[in-house]
């Protein structure tokens, strides 16, 4: 497996039956080595962190030399993002996409930051026409998404590398990086989700870029976050005060956990 570059944004390459079938064996080989993500009826499966170093021993590589894996710290700016980190707000996304948001054969979905990639992988359960993810680290998108995918295709297919190759694809990049590829692709989704990717303020002007350029003119985005976060400075209000200040776009909020530090959900779509 190896990533290809197109322009300076990776776009990993689908592997091989050999890569899905170690990570069938992984599940069977250790039951600790997969968790089971509960959405109202149904499991979503993702690896756990031993599952994932069991994972990257199985390709022959050593997990020290993957970024973040080990690392004391969630967040490495310009390194690692916290990716393979399952956090709080995409439970609540998870529950709020099965209630609320209807996905169709004909949905086209982009999943920014992904990390262990649960939104996306919950749109492809949901028959989406295709579904893109999108993380800064590619190590995560090797190590930790893909596999994820991979987890969940039976639920989906039995042709497992060919729904991956035809509804899947997976960006390496910054969101400016990412930006730039979009707007020479003209690329454009229906459904664009992402949580706890907004925790830095300097980084909220580009992710706005992003999200116009990549939604579809009725498309909608919805960005689940915490209301603040303690020692970066962002949150979700401040976001959403950059939103209101687009002449292009409006956005509400959908959902509020009762929690000390608020957990919100807001939906974001062009003004008709």
């Known amino acids: 497996m190896r ?5 300076e944004v990776m776009q990993i390459e689908i592997p091989d039956e050999n890569f899905f079938s170690k990570v069938r064996s992984l599940e069977e080989q250790a039951s600790d080595s997969v968790r089971l993500i509960k959405v109202s009826q149904s499991r979503l499966k993702c690896l756990s962190p031993k599952g994932t170093k069991r994972f990257i021993c199985e390709q022959n590589t050593n997990p020290e030399s993957v970024l973040g894996l080990h690392s004391n710290s969630d967040l490495m700016p310009g390194i690692y993002e916290g990716g393979f980190k399952i956090w709080e707000c995409s439970h609540d996304l998870l529950q709020y996409l099965d209630t609320h948001v209807y996905i169709s054969d004909t949905t086209s979905v982009l999943e ?3 990390g262990a990639g649960l939104l ?4 492809l359960t949901k028959g989406a026409r295709s ?3 999108q993380d800064f680290n590619s190590d995560v998108l090797k190590w930790f998404t893909l596999p994820n995918v991979a987890l969940n295709i039976p639920a989906i297919s039995e042709n497992m590398g060919e729904t ?3 509804k899947c694809k997976f960006f390496a990049g910054d969101w400016k990086l990412v930006n730039d590829k979009v707007v020479a692709s003209g690329m454009k989704y229906d459904l664009i989700l992402t949580s706890e990717t907004i925790y830095n303020a300097e980084n909220h002007s580009i992710l706005v870029e992003l ?4 939604l579809s003119e009725n498309g909608v985005a919805f960005v689940a976050a915490k209301s603040y976060y303690f020692g970066v400075g962002g949150g979700i209000l401040d976001f959403q005060q950059f939103i209101q200040s687009d002449p292009r776009l409006i956005c509400e909020e959908c959902f509020a956990s009762e929690s000390t530090i608020p957990r919100i959900i807001i ?3 062009f003004k008709q």
């Open 112 to 114: 920014i930051g992904c």
């Open 3 to 7: 990533a290809e570059v197109s322009g």
């Open 120 to 123: 996306g992988i919950y749109s």
């Open 211 to 214: 999200i116009k350029n990549c």
């Open 131 to 133: 579904v893109h993810f």
């Open 164 to 166: 991956i190759n035809t």
């Open 267 to 269: 939906k974001i779509n």
